[in-house]
């Protein structure tokens, strides 16, 4: 019989979850009928394979979790959810390691009966964390650009290296908004108000998913509201604090952007972990907000519920506990979702539709990514894989100069002209890479367990980009102090002799990256004070003391108490971890190449005591003669300054239109010009201010803003659309209201100056917000009037 069929004969179909022409619904659940509980666990949770189940000091706990037994070929025949990190784990050239994840891949296939791949997950919260892959700015510098425009590019450009080399899930954005800046992670942060994380995070949604990668929203929720600033204390939170700040983030890139996978927090909210939590997980997340996607575990994080939280007894108690909330897949390793929840099964803890409910999730998801198709095949392009092109370069390097802000320049002396004179750069971080990177990029996340090994991409320092940047002047170096060392006064001499022999003194400081105690800024790197770290403050007061003139470079992970230096200083430039493209930045701000552009995503304190404090405050928050402390930030949230000038031309709200239920939306509206002899961009704001609500509110916060580009002489009329849903808020009876009466509209160039002012009237009666509601202020803008005479 000839093995061959005639051209004419009938194709086998194929099996049901392979068809193409099914509804997704359809192929899943011809799966889910099929398959064995065991075999639907397995599509459950990860496999982080090259993972050091000694932990090696890369993070608590690791260790406890991780099984120093695993065997991948008993594994692999019920099927794999997730394989963890496969890029992002150790430094493996990119090209190898896309082979090596789709030799994995068809082995998962090749050893299940139903031929399903695994979702391959990587981190890329500054860029795919893989070796050699493009260094971005952190999230605390997009904040810094308030551009969503130029984050959803970079964030396509992330999601189409990750794509390419068949990575499917992307571990970010972070949605946590700043509750206290001493906590570590403030850098992976947005900033410190939910407008502007939830309006920025939603843009990095889009453009990862623009690439066909499910963006995960992490950390919910709590996370940064832990007691004391410390990483995995308990929130201590009251349920407006929760409903105003910390959740519209995350219901925004939702709603707005589509989310797809949604990241548990670590925290407890009132003795309840947020893994534990159906409230969160399901009533809010999956039934309000209409959730369709998969909620995915921070690692360990089930683990965590016996282990930490201790609420559960046992491990299959603790796998009951996350699926009945809501916790669809188990990372970075199977510990809780494999045996342990089949256990839990038999032991009556949860049922089989339970696991249904989260194998059924995972598929439909799987479906959607294509990995359930009949023609899937997990090989990567032919060729090199490069992953820090010139395009991600060049797209570093705009959002690197968007991030940077110009707090101060009393005296003008920047910018720098460029010409022969004597430049002193001193500071621990002025001639180290490390300087302009977060500790979620792959130099800093895992480089440290791999001494010796190339950065992978290239990283110039401050002192290069300085000897770059101008080229006739005599530029000399001392670094002074250690970043967070407090030993001898070794190299203070030197430093302090350098900059008195200068014209001019440029000192480097801030924070280094790292990890769980070993940097001064990062996951577990928590600060007991807003000092600058080690001795670095003891150095800048020396530099100062020389007579000449100092410029302060912070590049830093959290803001700083600058106070006790402000006055004294020549200029002061911020840049939080810039990414590979920094040095440049700074140094075109210092310049003049770069006009600076960027704003405060956080508040600068005055003194390092008195936290945790935000700008969002209510009256009792703020300054005031029942405390001697006196919160009042040195530099506002939304400041920065520009080496070019604007001015503002507010037009008053036409006549009766400053009423409006609380249905409706008005119109208001300010002609920006640019009135200096540069290109230059303003950053409009729109605040708002509720004079008398039933609960106590923010003395303001933000509603809207708009990035301005401006030639000289240039104008442009910037329309914001304020919704009266905008002045939603959790009140007494617990749900979210747009009560009426009067609101202030305050147009400011920062929380802390305020241009113009516009008063609306709420009219009618009290409204319940219940369902979709308007999350963010419409803005336009349009060509500018008639450019005046003098132009």
Known sequence: MSAHLPVDAPRLAPPPWNDTMLPAEQRVAALLERMTLPEKAAQLYGVWVGADPEGSGVAPHMDDNLPADLDWEALIPLGLGQLTRPFGTAPVEPALAAQAL?????????????????????????????????????????????????????????????????????????????????????????????????????????????????????????????????????????????????????????????????????????????????????????????????????????????????????????????????????????????????????????????????????????????????????????????????????????????????????????????????????????????????????????????????????????????????????????????????????????????????????????????????????????????????????LLGALLETGTPVILVLLAGRPYALGDYSDRLAATVVAFFPGEEGARAVTGVLSGRVCPSGRLPVSIPYAPGGQPWTYLQPPLGLAGAVSNLDPTPLYPFGHGLSYTSFSWEPEPIAPGSQEMTAHGAVETAVVIRNTGTRSGTEVVQLYLHDPVAQVTRPDMRLVGYARIPLAPGQSARVVFRFDAELAGFCGTAGHRIVEPGGLELRLAASSGAVRHTWWVRVTGDERRLDGIRMLRCPVRTEPGPEENDQH
């Open 102 to 538: 789709a030799r994995a891949q068809r082995q998962i296939a090749a050893a299940g009966r139903f031929g399903i791949p695994a979702m391959a997950h990587e981190e890329c919260l500054a860029g795919f964390a893989a070796w050699g892959a493009t260094c971005y700015p952190v999230p605390l510098a997009w904040g810094a650009s308030f551009d969503p425009d130029l984050v959803a590019e970079m964030a396509a450009a992330i999601g189409h290296d990750l794509r390419r080399v068949g990575v499917h899930q992307g571990l970010a954005p972070v949605l946590d908004v700043v509750r206290d800046p001493r906590w570590g992670r403030v850098e992976e942060t947005i900033g410190e108000d939910p407008c502007l994380v939830g309006t920025v995070g939603a843009a990095y949604v889009r453009g990862l998913q623009s690439a066909g990668v499910v963006a995960t929203l992490k950390h919910f929720v709590g996370y940064s509201a832990s007691t004391g600033a410390r990483n995995l204390a308990p929130a201590r939170i009251g349920q407006r604090e929760l409903a105003d700040v910390l959740l519209p983030p995350f219901e925004l890139a939702l709603r707005e952007a589509g989310a797809r996978s949604v990241m548990h927090s670590y925290a407890e909210i009132d003795g309840v972990p947020a893994a534990a939590d159906p409230r969160l997980l399901t009533e809010l997340l999956r039934g309000e907000w209409e959730f369709a996607g998969t909620v995915v575990a921070d690692y360990f994080g089930i683990a965590f519920l016996q282990t930490l939280h201790r609420i559960a007894a046992d491990v299959p108690q603790a796998a009951a506990l996350a699926l009945t909330a809501g916790v669809d897949v188990e990372l970075p390793t199977v510990h809780a979702y494999g045996a342990e929840l089949v256990a839990a099964f038999e032991q009556g803890l949860v049922t089989e539709e339970l696991v249904d409910r989260a194998a059924r999730r995972v598929l439909l998801q799987k479906c959607e990514l294509g990995l359930l198709d009949a023609d899937w095949d997990p090989q990567p392009p032919p060729g090199p894989v490069d992953l820090d092109p010139p395009a991600n370069r060049e797209l570093a390097a705009r959002l690197a100069e968007e991030s940077v802000v110009l707090l101060a320049n009393p005296h003008g002396l920047l910018p720098l002209a460029v010409g022969d004179r004597r430049i002193a750069v001193v500071g621990p971080l002025a001639d180290d890479p490390a300087a302009m990177l977060g500790c979620y990029s792959f130099p800093m996340h895992v480089g440290p367990q791999h001494p010796g090994t190339p950065m992978g991409v290239e990283v110039p320092t401050l002192l290069e980009a300085l000897r770059t940047e101008f080229p006739g002047s005599t530029v000399t170096h001392a670094a002074g102090c250690a970043v967070a060392d407090d030993g001898a006064d070794d190299d203070f001499a030197a430093a302090v002799r350098a900059a008195a022999d200068a014209e001019v003194c440029v000192a480097v400081l801030g924070d280094r990256a790292g990890l769980f105690g070993r940097g001064t800024s990062g996951e577990g790197c928590d600060a007991a004070d807003l000092n600058l770290p080690g001795r670095q403050g003891r």
